[in-house]
């Protein structure tokens, strides 16, 4: 859990982990915006749930209907790829005019991700075979619902299950997710795992040494093609390559019928620095894309809450 | 050029690069081991010359037989992987006794490694067209020789000749000889470039951004498996998936009839703590491989200095 609403509504700074652990307290709907954008708090899911409790608390703060709904249009844009914080927006901003169905939505919002997270992650721990050694990029877990997770959530289950499970750890660059929060979640999960750079998945899977790959998703179009942390993309090609099963795992939420197919899904592109992070000359060009597309003909199933595609 | 022998010998330290340029007097072959383990020199032709000129001056200081065929034992065995290594001491060792042909020997192993990349640059750099839009991977020019370099050389003499070239760097982690050493070449040559994480070349692919990859090698199999910096056999599936010619540019040095395929190519494992560097849970399990294997099958030409494979 990164994300508790006890009175005061706090984050888990996740750019901090896994050295330090600290919270940041969130006192408006800007002070949200500005920790999503600079993924103090990250997450598909999870900052769909932030960006709703931050417009509830706002709400209870007496905020007008007028305040309400360019607070919502505001935060529902702090970040362009991921669809569940549209999605959380367009279920509160119609209750503008009712405070107290407002924040009711809210924390249902709260409620159904958690119950999300259990569905999708039995379901798709039932793909996962004792003995698996599973490779995963970034991180979708604990840290990014407030549930148990995506396909890290679908691990946990498996591990708690009882199956014996060793999962291969992308380091998830630029920002290291995997390295950062995926390793963290696993050791305290008491989970095997073995962390490696990006550009050793190849490797791995050329020794056999992958069986399954288990992704998330930030949004899923009409077709089935699905936009995912950079370097997403080149896993599936792979897994394609060496026949590798390629699964998704996802809530329902995370379908976008407006978007008929990848191409259609607006990808953040991110400041260079986080590429460069001192190490390259200053300022060099730099193109950083926060997400890639993968197409629906790479995956073997995209697991949702409610069923399998 | 990173190394200099101009009575003393000298390296560039290449792990500073690009914000600190320092130069690293060696005194002697155990200096010269240590540089090459920690890649102070590193590049697979250079580590060859490098290692022949430690041992000339070895010989230089009055070191009789016995200790300058201990040295160069030692030497070869600093790394593994690239053959240049073993074949610039294979060509000193049996002149140990005779200290004047040894010297002449390794000053010969310099030379000619100008003289191959030269060949080898021009010789690529005929595959690279006006306009052309290339990926490269880790550093394969001047700082990894101490001629024009080998894929690197091959732009450099292609933009040389007036095409208009732009070039996208795979960071190449963990120890980002691209975001570090390529892009200082690059900038330096006045040749356009833009930075990526290695796991952001599949989505360039994907949207038709990368025309050519071209890349060095570390040894080449007899049946033409290459075995080349880690994460190189990813973007040669993603090449193929993509119909992206894949290049690799290399010296004949880099053949090794004694390896019949990439199987049987020894593969450096080097320390977690390049990919953990202070941002992972502490002590979590790491797998480091310095390097992968390349199938023949991904490869459209090997294109070494005296002809195309």
Not at 77 to 97: E, F, G, H, S, Y
Not at 157 to 164: I, T
Not at 243 to 263: E, H, M, Q, R, W
Request: charged share 25%; hydrophobic share 45%.
């Amino acid at each position: 859990m990164a994300l508790v609403c006890d009175g005061a509504l706090r984050i888990l700074d996740q750019t901090l982990l896994p050295h330090e652990e600290k919270w940041i307290e969130i006192r408006s709907p800007d002070d949200m915006i500005r920790e999503i954008q600079r993924l103090g708090v990250r997450g598909a899911p999870l900052i769909g749930v932030a960006a709703a409790l931050a417009l509830a608390q706002y709400a209870e703060s007496g905020a007008d209907q007028t305040q309400l709904k360019n607070a919502a249009q505001k935060i529902s844009a702090a970040r362009p790829t991921a669809v569940n914080l549209m999605a959380a927006v367009n279920r509160l901003a119609p209750l503008a005019d009712n405070p107290k169905r407002f924040i009711a939505e809210a924390e249902a919002i709260f409620e159904e991700d958690v119950a999300l997270c259990e569905a999708m992650a039995k379901r798709a721990s039932d793909f996962i075979q004792d003995g698996d050694r599973i490779l995963t990029h970034c991180n979708t877990g604990a840290l990014a619902t407030v549930g148990v997770g995506t396909a890290l959530g679908a691990i946990r289950k498996a591990h708690e299950s009882g199956k014996k499970i060793h999962v291969f750890v992308d380091e998830t660059r630029p920002l290291l997710q995997g390295s950062r929060l995926t390793a963290w979640e696993l050791g305290k999960l008491g989970i095997g795992y073995s962390l490696v750079c990006d550009n050793m998945a190849g490797a791995l899977m050329a020794r056999g040494e992958v069986r399954k790959v288990f992704v998330g998703a930030d949004r899923i179009a009409r077709n089935g093609d699905v936009a995912n942390k950079i370097g997403t993309y080149p896993l599936a090609v792979l897994a394609k390559y060496h026949s590798i099963p390629f699964y998704v795992v996802a809530p329902k939420s995370t379908l976008d019928p407006d978007c008929g197919s990848g191409a259609d899904i607006p990808i953040e592109i991110r400041d260079g620095d986080e590429v460069r992070f001192g190490k390259s000359p200053r300022n060099c060009e730099v193109w950083n894309p926060a997400f890639d597309v993968t197409p629906r003909s790479l995956i073997s199933a995209i697991i949702l809450d409610d069923r399998i595609l």
